[in-house]
Each structure stands twice: as structure tokens, then as C-alpha cells.
């Protein structure tokens, strides 16, 4: 004996429904009568609708380069420490594969945009030394420091600027 296809006949072969038929709506419970529209006539699930095209709009966004200084370029990789995405120019000038940032893990966007949803921000810390929070930038070296890189000397007499000041003039410019 053949095994059985499928347990429902396939819709080409189901009778059509007749003209005047009423149909209860599995949502708000109304009845609604069949007409010559069929089911185009039933009103639109309005929040469901919006659902999908919330979910379409934001499969379709690309994800922006945040240091981009006009039209921003989409975002090739995103830094878990920095919480920035970055396109490759800005990458290649902001945050270069030598010194400090070397050890910063970089990740497709994708997955930082989901990263970034699980766990809330978190206050950066110096990879050099690891139990101190970022809170000072370096002008010369254009990379953030804390209060021990700047009492050890590497940029103790390099001119500085508070981070936060720092962040907040360059997210006007961009």
C-alpha cells in the first residue's frame, strides 16, 4: 500500500465556498458574509500588518557607519568594545588593526546589531589596563585612555579632552 501524501486534499480540488456564506472572523468574532470579493472583502488585520512591515523594513535597512562624516556608508563591521559601526574607510582611519584596538573583536553587523540588543552598554575599559574605565581622550594619538595611561607616562604629555566632550562633538560633525 502507498503511503499517504498529505492529510488535507489539495485547495485546487477543495469545493469552492458558496456566494452568502458566513464566516466567523477567528479574531474579533464577528460574522462576516462572503460576497463576489471573496476573502479580499474582509477587513485588513491591521497589527499584523504592521508587524510584517516592521520586520521587512528592518530586514531591508542596511545598517549605517556611525563616523561617516557625510552620507553615512553601510556598516561592514561593528566593535563589541567601542559599540560602534564602522564602514571600511572609517574602520581603516578610526580604528586601526595595530596598537590598542588590535584586541578589540570586531563582528559583521548583523551581529552586533543583535549583540547590542541582548546586553545593555556596557562602560568601555582600557586594554591595557584592564580594570580601568576609558575616560579621557588622547588629541594626539586619537584614541581614548584612562587616568593610568596618562599617570604612566605614554600620553602624560599629550594634550587630552574628557571623552564624553569628545564623543558629543563628534556625533555634531557626523
Known sequence: ????QHLLPHPAYLP????????????????????DRGLRGFPKNRVLEGVVD?????????????????SPKE???????????YCDP???RC?????????HRLVPPAQGRISRRASPRKISTCTEHELENLSM?????????????????????????????????HKVRA
Open 16 to 35: 469552492p465556498i458558496p456566494r452568502n456564506s458566513c464566516i466567523t472572523c477567528p479574531q474579533c468574532h464577528r460574522s462576516l458574509i462572503l460576497d
Open 54 to 70: 516592521r520586520y521587512q523594513q528592518s530586514k531591508a535597512a542596511a545598517l549605517k557607519c556611525q563616523l561617516c562624516e557625510k
Open 75 to 85: 556598516a561592514t563591521v561593528m566593535c563589541e568594545q567601542c559599540d560602534v559601526f
Open 90 to 92: 572609517c574602520r581603516l
Open 137 to 169: 581622550y588622547c588629541v594626539q594619538c586619537k584614541m581614548p585612555v584612562c587616568y593610568q595611561c596618562l599617570e604612566e607616562g605614554k600620553h602624560g604629555t599629550h594634550e587630552v579632552k574628557a571623552l564624553g566632550a569628545m564623543w558629543k562633538l
Open 95 to 103: 580604528h586601526p588593526p595595530r596598537g590598542p584596538l588590535a584586541k
Open 1 to 4: 500500500p502507498a503511503p499517504q
